[in-house]
């Protein structure tokens, strides 16, 4: 692989510098700017092309949440924008805009009636109109392209006939003096959320002249699994057809084996429910999702091959309108597709699929799965095809998320600048791509950010950050919880690698890391390290501390016992990581995910679970650890945290706990967040620069 240059160049050729500098001296980045930054998503660009609407989140600190609001920028001719405006401000939050079919309004999710119910905005004027009045929160929703009818899903429980015998159920729950809960088989809780006996299901609701929704119809039928996906799935799990005559779902049973499966199917059904859905995909028995139709009733779809493996390659297929034949469109590629849709005039594909450090989007021609390149750099982290090409939430390491419009031979433009005023006086810094022989002289990627303020002859002390998953990337993307800008605003040169087993650069690469978790990626994260320190001599690294959460926790845990140089870091920071593989596997919820990861059940191969297994090096223990932990973290729950916290104290190594009784496997929750940066940055503080903490 050849070397990819500066990301700071790449940035730059795509949409100039991330911020205006302002008068004086431009200010560091700080967990608060990070916080307080408003979060561009979710664009749908309307009928005619030439007006898209969007999501923007603003932080509302007093609230100590995020709310949402609709935005709408006009497009001139040239799809550049001519005007932006503000098309909902209420205290309840209004989320994912859909356009009507005839362009005229927008159907959006909204609290403000006291429940999520789908509404209507004319865009003539007028206040916004609730069009469901259901019983149940709607969860997502999509419209028909006849604008006749909607998909809305719900949580209802499985045996019940209608929304009343589920309201009927709830209330009779609400009303038992008794708390305990009995189950019978896995999930019993998932991500953060117990549950309760419901699963969210897909139904259609057809509207009258007057705009109003009638009764709904149960269309996921028989098939007892959540539509839309749980806990991240949204309406991309679901498609109508062009004539809008039928919905295509994906779905996974909800049986006992549902826990250690990935066996995703997609289901087809008559738009009005009046026949059973019929499965497309019986015959393969891996993960089947993203369902989107072309112009000509053709169906495309992601699929991965291997039962069980939740990050393995995610090629495009296509089953043809005229023939009902389903082929694999992207079989040479190897690049994993992580969101899929059809371009403006639905005659082909578009595609974010990560690539050496970037996620780009790419056009796809359904006749031959030839690729070609829309956006070069940086991450597309949702887009809306326009005429032109698409308009995509862009982000790098250096940018926040704005709105371009992104064209076949053109670059980027940009539509937004949602943080020009907050970014005005505040110094990004600058980041850099650069690549070493790891593990087995593969080519590996890392990457530093250069530290505000900084100036050649000085050294600065290091934060080497571990990402998680293990199975994702750093790349040249924007984060909201784990951000190099924050440490670099705090005076740190910030190192990450993506080690083996990070996605972007091959299948194989991606697949190496399962069943070797503390060998290669151990080794490339010396290398790495020793290879930022050979190149940027600004490196101090006689005071570096190593940082990670999930994966990257459980590499925090590993490194404690196992780096090869026991004083190399002065501190770790260890958030949700694993710290005893036997426990990890008995008590978290996806089990497909670790018995894949570690040869399978741990009763089976009880060898390969333990062969990486942190607590079994405690006694090697001596650096300083910050253990950070979510009570409702069930990915990773909370008593990993305490056990190494346990451990550590128990060894007499200096350490602390941070607890966060209202949080997951994530810090979400603004507060929470900058509590979360201020003990993480005095821990830096204390042990790596020499005035101590803040």
């Known amino acids: 692989m050849s070397r990819i240059p500066s990301l700071l160049l790449a940035t730059a050729l795509l949409c100039g510098t991330a911020a205006v500098a302002g008068p004086g001296a431009p200010k560091p980045f700080t967990a608060e700017d990070l916080v307080r930054l408003a979060r561009v998503s979710d664009p749908q660009v309307s009928p005619d092309g030439r007006r898209v ?56 999710l909204s609290s403000r009636g006291g429940s999520s119910q789908v509404w209507y905005l004319s865009l003539a004027g007028g206040e916004p109109q609730p069009v469901t009045d259901l019983p149940l929160d709607v969860g997502s929703f999509e419209v028909s392209p006849r604008g006749d009818r909607l998909a809305v899903s719900m949580e209802v429980f499985p045996g019940c006939a209608d929304l009343k015998c589920t309201t009927d159920r709830k209330a009779a729950q609400g009303k038992q003096k008794a ?21 969210s299901q897909l139904f259609t609701v057809s509207l009258g002249a007057d705009g109003k929704a009638g009764a709904p119809v149960k269309v996921s039928g028989a098939v007892q699994g959540d539509v839309p996906s749980k806990p991240f799935g949204g309406d991309e799990d679901y498609a109508f057809s062009p004539d809008g005559a039928r919905i295509v779902f994906s779905a996974r049973l909800a049986d006992r084996s549902e826990p250690w499966s990935t066996n995703f199917d997609l289901y087809e059904v008559p738009a009005d429910g009046s026949a059973p859905a019929r499965n497309l995909t019986a015959d393969n028995k891996a993960w089947d999702g993203q369902p989107v139709f072309l112009a000509d009733g053709s169906l495309a779809w992601l699929a991965m091959d291997r039962p069980g493996f939740e990050a393995d390659r995610f ?51 359904p006749a031959t799965g030839a690729r070609t390149r829309l956006v070069a750099a ?32 053109k670059p980027p433009a940009r539509l937004t600048s949602v943080n020009a005023a907050a970014l005005a006086d505040r110094a990004l810094a600058p980041s850099e791509q650069f690549s070493f022989a790891g593990a087995g002289g593969a080519t590996v990627y890392g990457y530093v950010t250069k530290p505000d303020g900084w100036v050649p002859g000085k050294k600065y002390p290091i934060a080497f950050i571990v990402h998680g998953g293990p199975q994702s990337s750093f790349a040249n993307s924007w984060s909201w919880r784990w951000n190099p800008q924050v440490f670099a605003g705090a005076g740190y040169g910030v190192v990450f690698i993506d080690f083996h087993g990070s996605t972007g650069y091959g299948q194989a690469f991606t697949d190496s890391i399962s069943q070797d978790w503390g060998g290669k990626p151990l080794i490339d994260l010396q290398k790495g390290l020793d290879a930022a320190l050979a190149k940027y001599d600004w490196l101090d690294g006689s005071r570096a501390c190593s940082l990670g959460a999930s994966y990257g926790g459980f590499m925090q845990n590993w490194i404690a016992g196992n780096w090869n140089w026991s004083d190399r870091f002065k501190c770790i920071v260890n958030h949700a990581g694993i710290f005893d593989q036997r426990m990890m596997y008995y008590t978290t919820e996806e089990l497909w995910f670790t018995e894949w990861e570690n040869g ?37 729950p909370y008593s990993q945290g ?25 810090i979400l929750k603004p507060a929470n967040s900058l509590l979360w940066h201020a003990e993480v940055i005095d821990w830096l503080d204390k042990h790596l620069k020499n005035d101590g903490p803040r």
């Open 378 to 409: 940086g991450q597309v982290q949702a887009f809306s095809a326009a005429p032109q090409g698409a308009v995509i939430a862009w982000a790098a390491l250096d940018s926040p998320p704005d709105l371009f419009l992104a064209a076949r031979g």
């Open 53 to 108: 609407a969007y999501t923007l989140r603003e932080t509302d600190m007093d609230a100590n949440r995020g709310r949402n609001d609709l935005w709408l920028a006009d497009l001139d001719a040239r799809g550049a924008v001519s005007a932006t405006r503000r098309l909902t401000q209420n205290p309840a939050s209004d989320a994912s805009p859909r356009w009507a079919p005839d362009g005229r309004g927008l159907y959006f």
């Open 179 to 199: 708390s305990g809960q009995a189950y019978d088989q896995l999930f019993v809780r998932h991500w953060d959320t117990w549950k309760d006996g419901t699963l």
């Open 600 to 636: 399978g059940p741990y009763y089976a191969n009880p060898q390969l679970h333990e062969k990486f297994n942190p607590a079994d090096h405690v006694a090697k223990w001596k650096t300083p650890m910050l253990v950070i932990h979510g009570a409702l973290d069930y990915r990773v």
């Open 315 to 365: 090629k495009v297929m296509l089953r043809g309108a005229r023939d009902g034949k389903a082929r694999a469109l992207t079989a040479d590629w190897d690049r994993s597709v992580g969101s899929l849709a059809a371009s403006f005039d639905r005659k082909r594909l578009l595609a974010v699929a990560e690539d050496i450090g970037q996620a780009p989007l790419f056009e796809i021609d």
């Open 642 to 666: 305490l056990a190494a916290f346990t451990a550590l104290q128990r060894r007499g190594i200096e350490s602390r706990l941070l607890y966060f009784p209202d949080e997951n496997h994530w």
